[in-house]
């Protein structure tokens, strides 16, 4: 069983920067992929950033430029260093990890508790 805790979530105003940190405990491998999603009211969860095992990267068109995504496969750690922000990144951000490998959405198998970002002047 694997059990996801975020923390670094908030309140900031725009141009303003937050780094969100999603831990990973449990019976994990270190063969994965870990994840930022996020889901604003009314809207559909959107992939924000993924991470593979070994380093590769890719991010929403929206964010890129602005946030970036790094893990710390030591402590099974994934971070998502968000600047610029803007009040349509005001979302529940959610760590999700795919014990396989695989990056496709429906390949996540565990899924933290979620972090609300605001962003508001």
């Known amino acids: 069983q694997v059990q996801l805790v975020e923390s670094g979530g908030g309140l900031v105003q725009p141009g303003g920067s937050l780094r969100l940190s999603c831990a990973a405990s449990?019976?994990?491998?270190?063969?994965?992929?870990m994840a930022w999603y996020r889901q604003a009211p009314g809207n559909q969860r959107e992939l924000v950033a993924a991470?593979?095992?070994?380093?590769?990267?890719n991010y929403a068109d929206s964010v890129k430029g602005r946030f970036t995504i790094s893990r710390d496969n030591a402590k099974n750690t994934v971070y998502l260093q968000m600047n610029s922000l803007r009040p349509e990144d005001t979302a529940v951000y959610t760590c999700?990890?795919?014990?396989?490998?695989?990056?496709?959405?429906?390949?996540?198998?565990?899924w933290g508790q979620g972090t609300q970002v605001t962003v508001s002047s």
């Open positions: 999700a990890v795919s014990s396989s490998g695989l990056t496709k959405t429906r390949f996540y198998d565990y």
């Open positions: 449990g019976s994990i491998s270190s063969i994965n992929a």
């Open positions: 991470i593979t095992s070994g380093g590769s990267t």
